[in-house]
């Protein structure tokens, strides 16, 4: 119940126009909008609520990570992308959106992926399905490949290393994009028909051991890779995919157990939206089990 | 053209600069929104519903979107009425905020209400109170205002321990009567009554064999429930004198007009918040062309121009 108030941070409601749709594995799909104004204040880790005007049913926006930015032929700022799954009523209109129709956007929202202290120089970012949507523009930041919110390119650390999985190749997006910004990529699929035949916590065993794990996806996949994480001593992040109304922090529906000292009981729900969506695995009660 | 001061309403003892006011539950304690609406053209903010003691709140899942539709049983997470006056309340009676704020109070038990109204007496920042007689996510929560007595006694206990405070009852629609509910919070001598709270409802997911929310059932809100919330409005509008505060479903200026010649002297947006975050701002920018339309020249010539007139042909 943490009412602690979010302070303040940059956020655009707009309306923002397809540039591109693109189809990018089963599926999962990448929209491409514009709105520079929106761009320009997304850091990797946040995310946006995308609604589509002037209609009732699906009512609410729904919430989407920030997959990169949209930069033209001279390095300005045109716009955003977001890639999704279709599972239900909102993906499965935003699928079949022509260039030129347009979308109702609100964001940046949440919280930055935390900072990386500074004595890790290897960022190990693990992904279950379409749990990579945040990972492709943080890649590029910490590699020095691109800059946010105004920031200029930096090199944060020397290696990211995405391990990526998913039941089989065909729901496996983007890893060209990843390779591009210069992760080294370890696909897992349950099938084995691409990479590693197995779970992302049989890719992290064949790893050296990791500095600092962040880690999105499926509820049963964050509580594996935190378990994993922390049976190795491994600092481990989650950003966490809860459903939510608003994503602005004023409906409190998106709420989870965080460790508090303040709390009899030991914890305190938290809203996701704003005090997330990025967790220490080690403050969330639930992936203590 | 209208000038501004023709927006203004009264509620009772409570004046408020235009009509247009953000319910409870709906904009968190506004701070969150600090930065994407312009809080000072509001009507006015109602926070969160506040309870004396702190208390977590429900398990989640605690929201599922149905057609046109909102069911929720967030069950009242706050963090106490003395967190509340020292950690939300200056900020909110800041001239950063600047719109009157009616503070939205719960109770578990009867005693409660006149505790915290007696807590609250002479604060500064606080325009009116607003009694949540109706939350169906609480165990109790929703019985004060499923008795005409009972609600008149709980409005006349808040009333005489915070006598200086303009009071709304907030009523709950899941009541076989709401007249006499209403007339029984008037008699207990509250400035308005807010009609409504959300409809009890229920979301079950058969293939995993269980309600989707972690409490069972929620209230319903948005614009599946306007045409409820507004025959509420207009019943009670028919038959009690008592200004009225119209909630459920409103989203659109057409929205805001139907509920102000239905009865309501103001109206409360919710659910809308959270899909289209600066609507009731763009409402308010445009009520004075709509009075226009309507032919009148104030939103008090608008309040009940069709509820106060209207009889069925023979
Ligand atoms: C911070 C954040 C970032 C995200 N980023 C991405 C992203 O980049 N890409 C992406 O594809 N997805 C992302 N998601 C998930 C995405 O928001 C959802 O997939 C999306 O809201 C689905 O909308 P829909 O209308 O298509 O599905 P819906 O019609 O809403 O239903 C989706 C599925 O969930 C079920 N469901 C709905 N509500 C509930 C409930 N309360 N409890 C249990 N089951 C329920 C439905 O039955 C259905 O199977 C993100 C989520 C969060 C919180
Ligand atoms: C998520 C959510 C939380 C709510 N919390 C409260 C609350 O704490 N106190 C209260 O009096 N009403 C609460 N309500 C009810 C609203 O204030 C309003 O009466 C109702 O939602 C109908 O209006 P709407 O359709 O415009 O949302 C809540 C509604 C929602 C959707
Ligand atoms: S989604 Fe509404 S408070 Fe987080």
């Known amino acids: 119940m943490d009412s602690s108030c979010a302070q303040q941070r940059p956020c655009a409601h707009k309306s923002a126009s397809v540039l591109a749709n693109d189809q990018l594995a089963e599926r999962t799909w990448r929209l491409r909008l514009h709105g520079p104004e929106v761009a320009a204040l997304a850091q990797p880790g946040q995310f946006f609520m995308v609604r589509i005007a002037g209609r009732t049913d699906p009512l609410l926006g729904r919430p989407f990570a920030l997959y990169d930015t949209v930069l033209d032929g001279q390095g300005g700022l045109v716009g955003l992308e977001i890639v999704h799954l279709v599972v239900g009523k909102m993906t499965t209109l935003l699928s079949g959106l022509k260039p030129g129709d347009s979308v109702e956007i609100w964001g940046p929202l949440g919280m930055r992926f935390p900072a990386v202290p500074d004595h890790v120089a290897r960022v190990t970012l693990v992904a279950g399905g379409i749990g990579q949507t945040p990972f492709l523009a943080y890649s590029r930041e910490l590699l020095g490949g691109r800059g946010f919110a105004g920031k200029s390119a930096q090199k944060v650390v020397d290696k990211v290393e995405l391990v990526y999985g998913a039941r089989r190749e065909s729901l496996l997006a983007g890893l060209d994009a990843f390779v591009q910004a210069g992760a080294c990529v370890l696909p897992c699929t349950e099938d084995g028909s691409l990479g590693l035949k197995g779970r992302v916590t049989d890719g992290l065993d064949t790893l050296e051991k990791p500095e600092w794990i962040v880690a999105c996806g499926p509820e049963p996949m964050l509580y594996a890779v935190a378990r994993w994480a922390r049976e190795r001593g491994v600092p481990c992040q989650v950003s966490l995919e809860t459903p939510m109304a608003c994503g602005l922090g004023i409906c409190f529906s998106c709420v989870v157990k965080v460790a508090s000292s303040e709390q009899a009981s030991g914890w305190d729900y938290q809203r996701v939206c704003i005090d997330g969506p990025t967790f220490d695995a080690a403050n969330l009660i639930d992936l203590q089990k | ?314």
């Open chain 2, 1 to 314: 053209m209208i000038p501004p001061t023709a927006l203004s309403t009264k509620l009772g003892r409570l004046h408020l600069p235009n009509p247009v006011l953000v319910a409870s539950g709906t904009f968190g304690y506004a701070r969150e929104m600090a930065g994407l609406v312009d809080f000072k053209k509001l009507g006015g903010i109602v926070p969160k519903t506040v309870t004396l003691n702190p208390r977590p709140g429900n398990p989640p899942p605690r929201t599922a979107e149905t057609t046109s539709g909102l069911l929720n049983a967030i069950g009242l997470d706050n963090d106490g009425l003395e967190y509340f006056l020292q950690n939300h309340l200056p900020w909110l009676a800041s001239t950063e905020v600047a719109c009157p704020i009616v503070l939205n109070i719960a109770a578990k038990s009867a005693d409660e209400f006149p505790r915290m109204a007696a807590r609250v007496k002479g604060l500064p920042g606080i325009a009116a109170l607003e009694l949540n007689l109706s939350c169906p996510n609480v165990a109790g929560g929703i019985d004060f205002a499923t008795k005409p007595d009972l609600c008149r006694a709980v409005v006349a206990s808040a009333r005489d321990a915070c006598p200086d405070l303009p009071l709304l009852a907030k009523l709950t629609p899941n009541v076989t009567n709401i007249v006499e509910i209403a007339q029984g919070a008037a008699d207990g001598g509250c400035d308005a009554v807010s009609l409504v709270n959300t409809f009890l409802g229920i979301a079950i997911d058969w293939r995993r064999k269980k309600p989707i929310l972690g409490n069972g059932m929620g209230g319903l809100s948005g614009p599946a429930i306007k045409p409820l919330a507004l025959r509420c409005v207009w019943q009670v509008a028919r038959a009690v004198n008592i200004p009225i505060v119209g909630i459920g479903g409103i989203a659109t200026i057409d929205d805001v007009m139907e509920f102000m010649v239905a009865g309501a002297s103001a109206v409360q947006m919710g659910t809308v918040s959270f899909y289209d975050p600066t609507a009731a701002t763009r409402v308010i920018d445009q009520l004075p062309e709509a009075l226009a339309t309507l032919g009148v020249s104030s939103v008090a010539q608008a309040i009940g121009l069709v509820s106060k007139t209207w009889h069925p042909a023979i």
